[in-house]
């Protein structure tokens, strides 16, 4: 086949109708785990919620939405902690999976940086985007030999690699601002799509806070090589843009439209997760709540593990007033 954009390739690839990865291969949890299955899920939820309270004390928020919901993990542990008192919403690539929690309002997406016209106006918001942006497509650049920034063309067939025509435009206006310093040999996941994608839900909010929560780095330490990797059920493969796998790349955290930006450690430490195991006092007298509480430090501690989901950063985004000074 003929080489094309990475950008176009990994579009199709992953949310073309009937054939994109994600539309026709199960839920990404047929294919990896991340945070927000199981018991890390329940506690993610929980510190989500936390991190709303912290500005606005007046309740919950009227509306949690979950963007690129999967089959609807985070959404359905959102839904537990708030019962009726808040709306939730779950927006994915597919049709409503069976079986979802009826509390959770399902709304589809077309994938990738497109977002549905039904998200709109949204007040009293909490939104959430988690793991959404790597798998938004974005240009990917090599600089050749004479140092000059070209973009990356691919076989979608085969995943075989073409350097193209030079960079050029708002990529290339994006990269001079966020990532000067590559080097002839080295690549550049050029950040404008998600940044574009980030902005545009971010106009969607009235009121409310917005969360991108996903792996990426920031300009003192941007990957050399590049981080388009691919993933088939359970196992990382190389990144062949035919539908076969998920692509995907880390984020640059730091040109995101954000108030602010920590890592998942730091920002769950601050709201009070530690992974600190209970008293062993407590298994004698009340052993199911010794091992409850076990099986959640083991979660607290998981989020915020060095090298592993503690390594992910947050971009915190208010929109309107807070009801706390
Ligand atoms: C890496 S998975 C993460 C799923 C879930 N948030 C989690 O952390 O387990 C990315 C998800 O984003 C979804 N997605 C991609 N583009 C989207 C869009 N524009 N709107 C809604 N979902 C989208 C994909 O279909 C996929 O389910």
Redesign the pocket.
């Known amino acids: 086949m003929d080489p094309v954009p990475w950008r176009e390739a990994w579009h199709t690839a992953?949310?073309a109708a009937g054939r994109g990865f994600?539309?026709t291969r199960g839920?990404?949890?047929a294919h990896?785990?991340?945070?927000?299955?199981g018991v890390t899920?329940a506690v993610l939820a929980e510190a989500l919620l936390r991190l709303w309270s912290r500005r606005h004390r007046g309740g919950p928020p009227a509306v949690v939405v979950?963007?690129?919901?999967?089959?609807g993990?985070?959404a359905t542990h959102v839904a537990d902690l708030l019962g009726a008192r808040a709306g939730v919403v779950a927006?994915?690539?597919?049709d409503r999976p069976e079986g979802l929690d009826p509390r959770i309002e399902w709304?589809?997406?077309?994938?990738?940086?497109?977002?549905?016209d039904a998200l709109e106006g949204l007040s009293g918001a909490l939104v959430?985007?988690?793991?959404?942006l790597?798998?938004?497509p974005c240009t990917v650049a090599g600089v050749d030999d004479r140092g000059q920034l070209r973009e990356v063309l691919v076989d979608p067939a085969t995943g075989d690699e073409h350097l193209g025509g030079g960079l050029s435009g708002e990529d290339l206006d994006w990269v001079t601002a966020h990532w000067p310093d590559a080097r002839p040999g080295e690549r550049v996941e050029v950040g404008r799509a998600r940044d574009a994608?980030w902005a545009e839900l971010v106009g969607r909010v009235e009121s409310g806070v917005l969360v991108a929560?996903d792996y990426g780095h920031l300009a003192a330490d941007r990957p050399r090589s590049g981080t388009l990797v691919g993933y088939r059920s359970g196992t990382l493969v190389p990144p062949v843009p035919d539908g076969s796998c998920?692509v995907?790349a880390h984020v640059a955290m730091d040109s995101l439209w954000a108030d602010g930006l920590a890592s998942q450690r730091d920002l769950l430490r601050d709201l009070g997760l530690r992974g600190e195991r209970p008293d062993h006092a407590l298994a004698q007298s009340d052993p199911l709540a010794y091992l409850r509480a076990l099986e959640r430090a083991s979660a607290e501690a998981e989020l915020i593990r060095p090298g592993g989901l503690g390594d992910f950063w947050w971009a915190v985004k208010h929109v309107g007033a807070a009801d706390v000074p």
Do not use: I, K, N, S
Not at 107 to 116: D, I, K, Q, S
């Open positions: 992953l949310y994600y539309v839920g990404p949890a990896f785990t991340t945070a927000t299955h899920g979950d963007v690129g919901a999967g089959r993990e985070l927006v994915d690539v597919v709304v589809r997406a077309a994938g990738g940086a497109l977002l549905p959430v985007a988690h793991e959404w790597d798998v938004v994608a929560v998920d995907t």
